[in-house]
């Protein structure tokens, strides 16, 4: 059986990053690869109540954080650790570096809290912290994402934040990323669409192989 791979979709609103994971579950489903898309917060019928408060239901970033944390312990239990374990390939559209990027760099709430939080939630039971094997990073000007979201549809009550809020999210994940450099890949999200999936595709080859086995 082939060892899991835990792949992760990063970027703020409007970079574009959800339309490329079908793109490259079907590439790895052309490989002989299980694939297993999912999202955060999200991805469990509990994880998707809360995302639905998160969303949309006025709270301080305290609460904010706390069912962030909650939606993904629910999710890592339920749904991705069990398909890791089956040597399945997770997608996952965000993980943890958002929250560090938007509650911790959006919404200025302590990072020591939030690195305390995530040691705990995602804790293996095996003496480390579960992290994705890999990162795609849609870095896009806050601008940019702006002019894409106007009047796609109604915002949410983080994509109704101003471009000044996004400024500081875009600098959370440059945070994350060089404190990880060998897990995350910058990809250019303001290129056009086929030059973006080019950009997934020979990332993933370069970092798994052409047959998208694990490193």
Not at 34 to 59: F, S
Not at 136 to 165: K, N, T
């Amino acid at each position: 059986m082939q060892d899991g791979l835990f792949i992760s979709f990063e970027g703020i609103d409007g970079a574009g990053k959800s339309s490329h994971i079908d793109g490259l579950a079907e590439a790895l489903r052309a490989q002989g690869r299980a694939v297993l898309l999912t999202r955060e917060p999200g991805g469990t019928p509990l994880a998707e109540k809360l995302r639905t408060l998160l969303l949309h239901d006025a709270m301080d970033p305290l609460t904010e954080s706390l069912l962030v944390f909650a939606a993904r312990r629910d999710h890592l239990q339920q749904v991705i650790e069990p398909a890791l374990a089956r040597g399945e390939v997770v997608l996952c559209d965000r993980f943890t570096d958002a929250t560090f990027a938007y509650q911790g760099a959006g919404r200025g709430f302590d990072l020591r809290l939030l690195a305390a939080l995530e040691a705990w939630v995602q804790d293996t039971g095996e003496g480390r912290v579960r992290q994705p094997d890999l990162t795609f990073w849609f870095d896009l000007p806050p601008e940019v994402a702006a002019q894409r979201l106007a009047g796609s549809r109604a915002p949410d009550r983080f994509e109704a934040q101003p471009e000044a809020f996004f400024r500081r999210v875009a600098s959370g994940y440059a945070a994350r990323a060089a404190a990880a450099p060998a897990r995350f890949v910058r990809i250019d999200a303001n290129l056009p669409r086929p030059a973006v999936a080019q950009q997934v595709q020979a990332a993933m080859a370069r970092r798994t192989g052409p047959a998208g086995g694990a490193p």
